[in-house]
């Protein structure tokens, strides 16, 4: 069973390539992203909202044209191992989750989705074996219709200067940059530091 346009064997190439490993979220999330392609009409425009953000934006990410820096995919951290593609004007279209029903029978899958073995216990070869024989079998798809928040095409406002850090931000937030007035993300020990600038 292949994955969109790649065999097994291809795909996890190029999971290996992008996220660094052979990561079983990410090859289990090719075969959610191909099954929501078949729940589709061809040559669609479609957008993506991933509830988790472990994983699975990367299947998306390289299974679609949506991304993250393009705006065109979204993560909203449910904690649950779904997406959903949909129509960019009109909302609808359909989530893929892993259906815990359908993961009892898998027992390697099993294990490593509910995390009941330590992963340096499991052998990464019998996981990806069984999740090359169960493909989307371990998936189920809904019908849906996204918040009407995610249709359209979001336009940058204008930028202000941060009164505190002296950096450009969308002056939508407020009037501090979300770094400053929530608390800095991060401590500046030196400035400048040496290097190509």
């Avoid at 099954?35 to 390289?62: H, M, R, V």
């Avoid at 993250?68 to 009109?90: H, P």
């Avoid at 359908?102 to 990464?124: A, G, L, M, N, S």
Wanted: proline residues 7%.
């Amino acid at each position: 069973m292949g994955i969109c346009s790649y065999s097994f064997e291809e795909f996890v190439e190029k999971v290996r390539a992008f996220h660094g490993f052979e990561a079983p979220g990410v090859i289990i999330g090719g075969y959610m992203v191909d099954l929501a392609y078949s729940c589709l009409p061809p040559n669609g425009a479609y957008d993506a909202l991933c509830e988790t953000p472990k994983c699975l934006p990367d299947a998306i990410q390289l299974l679609t044209p949506c991304s993250i820096g393009n705006g065109w995919l979204v993560v909203i951290n449910t904690g649950r191992y779904a997406l959903i593609l949909y129509d960019k004007v009109t909302g609808e279209g359909v989530r893929v989750f892993v259906d815990t029903a359908k993961v009892d029978r898998w027992p390697e899958i099993r294990d490593w989705y509910f995390r009941t073995t330590p992963k340096k216990q499991k052998k990464i070869q019998d996981l990806l074996r069984e999740i090359r024989d169960a493909g989307s079998a371990i998936c189920s798809v809904q019908a849906v219709k996204v918040s009407s928040r995610f249709i359209g095409k979001k336009h940058r406002g204008p930028f202000a200067v941060c009164p505190v850090c002296k950096e450009s931000y969308p002056a939508e937030d407020g009037p501090l940059c979300l770094g400053c007035k929530d608390g800095e993300i991060c401590v500046v020990v030196s400035q400048p530091v040496a290097g190509r600038q």
